[in-house]
């Protein structure tokens, strides 16, 4: 229970005006520019686009500046702004066979078509903090090697000749929208793929891990990792075809899962898929883990009770606005509350006999 | 991808490379080939966004992924031609500069735009994207296999 109570307009002012002056820092030390944000700091620009479930690199760098690098602030703020926008539309799905790779790998072959690109990736370094970074100092440009092969096609597309591998045909039933009709449950895989890109990147990470320790079976092999841009094309009604508006970094993640069949499945191997704006494969492969634990029903396997196999659970605790803000909201004042809960508990004491019953400080 | 008609593929192609092009590029070339020329609005620019959708396994049923902020404009020159943008993010001038470009496309003067506007653009976008390719070339594995001790 609220109760509207005047009073703290000051406090607040003030406390506002301390928390500009703090976010700015010390004066005498450079002011972060939004480019420097969104050049430097790009991963946790593209951590916030895809929780926050809006691609625009400039408004999540402002969001970092003015969440003081706090990120689940910032994808709050760039959620909060999501709202006031009127949509458009929506585009046709992205073609991620078609992406310019910056980086695209497979754990499970070696020699694939395209072969295996690194790019720019923290993996083989050693981790060990690099003190040049502490001074100023030029990059080299990074080298440059003719390209060979311009097709990059999907591990999947051409390993399968034989059956082995899940197919994903072709469908095109439009998909359920979580920011126009509330998460329900069930939630089918479309719905659900919604709410796990743009869930928390910590959460769904522990959820993965889960699954690899044994919390459903679940055993993948991440089939390929790719990240790189795709053009974005929408249908202009007006014009009455479509047109490329944009094109977007994207990472997605394919595993391929042992899977030794069922009632209504062959054996063979089974996906989960992961898609995430930006670059962010931890994000990718954990979405991709999750999803494939998710899918348990519909590929008629047994539910173990793994947490990572529960819809409801998963869907309703992944997003960390939802619950960053029922969280939080428990620091707010509750006096009323308290005094009522305070009341009973003084009354239980009398009726059980309690002496002294000391004066709570209210 | 849809089907588009021969007819509406090159005005496609041209307003694909103008929704993609750096923030006050279209502009800067415009301005530097000819004086803008004069227009009304049917749609000043307007910022919204459009709901990305992808495909589950990159093939199969479609989802919605997260939106992308878009601005779109709709004008008329003096001279009758209506130029549309949709381009991502949020510069209106930026959304201005491509629909005037895509008017100007269906006039007279289309071909000094192609050549003063787009060739330019599509130019720095190829450069770009190659020199992206290459680097990511460089970093390509070449596997060689070691010989064995007991062979």
């Keep these: 229970m609220y109760v509207a109570v005047k009073g703290g307009e000051r406090a607040i002012e003030n406390a506002h005006a301390w928390l500009a002056e703090e976010r700015r820092g010390d004066t005498s030390v450079a002011e972060l520019s939004i480019a420097q944000i969104k050049e430097q700091l790009k991963l946790a620009v593209d951590r916030v686009m895809a929780e926050g479930s809006l691609y625009d690199p400039d408004l999540a760098a402002l969001a970092i500046k003015q969440s003081r690098g706090d990120l689940i602030e910032a994808i709050f703020l760039i959620r909060a702004y999501r709202t006031t926008l009127p949509r458009f539309g929506a585009t046709e799905p992205v073609g991620t066979s078609t992406m310019a790779c910056d980086r695209r790998i497979s754990a499970t072959f070696k020699d694939l078509p395209g072969g295996q690109i690194l790019g720019p990736t923290f993996d083989y370094t050693h981790r060990l903090l690099d003190f040049k970074l502490a001074a100023d100092g030029d990059v080299p440009e990074a080298p440059t090697r003719e390209v060979t092969q311009h097709e990059v096609p999907h591990v999947t597309e051409f390993l399968n000749r034989e059956g082995l591998i899940e197919e994903a045909p072709r469908d095109d039933t439009p998909p359920?929208?979580?920011?126009?009709?509330?998460?329900?449950?069930?939630?089918?895989?479309?719905?659900?793929?919604?709410?796990?890109?743009?869930?928390?990147?910590?959460?769904?990470?522990?959820?993965?891990?889960?699954?690899?320790?044994?919390?459903?079976?679940?055993?993948?092999?991440?089939?390929?990792?790719?990240?790189?841009?795709?053009?974005?094309?929408?249908?202009?009604?007006?014009?009455?075809?479509?047109?490329?508006i944009g094109e977007i970094t994207v990472t997605e993640c394919e595993t391929v899962n042992q899977f030794k069949g069922s009632k209504t499945e062959p054996?063979?191997?089974?996906?989960?898929?992961?898609?995430?704006?930006?670059?962010?494969?931890?994000?990718?492969?954990?979405?991709?883990?999750?999803?494939?634990?998710?899918?348990?029903?519909?590929?008629?396997?047994?539910?173990?009770g793994a947490p990572a196999q529960d819809t409801e659970f998963?869907?309703?605790?992944?997003?960390?606005?939802?619950?960053?803000?029922?969280?939080?909201?428990?620091?707010?004042?509750?006096?009323?509350?308290?005094?009522?809960?305070?009341?009973?508990?003084?009354?239980?004491?009398r009726e059980a006999g309690a002496d002294q019953v000391p004066e709570a400080a209210e | 991808m849809k089907d588009t008609s021969?007819?509406?593929?090159?005005?496609?192609?041209?307003?694909?490379?103008?929704?993609?092009?750096?923030?006050?590029?279209?502009?800067?070339?415009?301005?530097?080939?000819?004086?803008?020329?004069?227009?009304?609005?049917?749609?000043?620019?307007?910022?919204?966004?459009?709901?990305?959708?992808?495909?589950?396994?990159?093939?199969?049923?479609p989802f919605n992924l997260g939106e992308v902020t878009v601005t779109r404009c709709a004008l008329t020159l003096e001279t009758g031609e209506i130029g549309h943008a949709y381009i991502q993010g949020r510069s209106k001038a930026d959304a201005e500069a491509a629909a005037l470009v895509d008017a100007l496309m269906q006039g007279q003067s289309s071909e000094t735009v192609r050549a003063a506007v787009l060739a330019p653009l599509e130019g720095e976008a190829s450069a770009a994207r190659a020199t992206r390719a290459a680097k990511a070339a460089a970093t390509k594995v070449d596997f060689f296999t070691m010989t064995r001790g007991e062979d």
């Excluded at chain 1, 743009?198 to 959820?207: I, K, M, Q, V």
């Excluded at chain 1, 054996?267 to 670059?279: C, K």
């Excluded at chain 1, 620091?331 to 009354?347: A, G, I």
């Design chain 1, 267 to 304: 054996p063979q191997f089974t996906r989960g898929y992961g898609l995430v704006f930006g670059q962010s494969e931890r994000k990718a492969i954990s979405m991709a883990l999750v999803d494939r634990a998710l899918r348990w029903e519909e590929l008629g396997e047994d539910n173990v």
């Design chain 1, 176 to 244: 359920p929208d979580l920011t126009r009709e509330p998460l329900e449950m069930p939630a089918d895989r479309a719905l659900r793929l919604q709410a796990l890109t743009r869930s928390d990147e910590g959460f769904t990470l522990g959820l993965a891990y889960s699954t690899q320790r044994g919390y459903a079976r679940n055993h993948a092999f991440v089939g390929e990792l790719r990240i790189g841009a795709v053009a974005v094309e929408m249908d202009i009604p007006e014009l009455g075809f479509a047109v490329e």
């Design chain 2, 6 to 61: 021969d007819e509406n593929a090159p005005r496609k192609a041209w307003m694909s490379l103008l929704a993609k092009a750096p923030e006050g590029r279209i502009a800067a070339l415009l301005h530097a080939a000819m004086d803008p020329p004069k227009f009304t609005w049917l749609r000043p620019p307007e910022i919204g966004s459009a709901m990305v959708r992808a495909r589950a396994g990159g093939t199969g049923a």
């Design chain 1, 314 to 349: 998963v869907l309703y605790h992944a997003d960390n606005i939802q619950a960053t803000g029922f969280l939080e909201h428990i620091k707010l004042p509750h006096y009323v509350d308290f005094q009522s809960e305070l009341e009973l508990v003084r009354k239980l004491r």
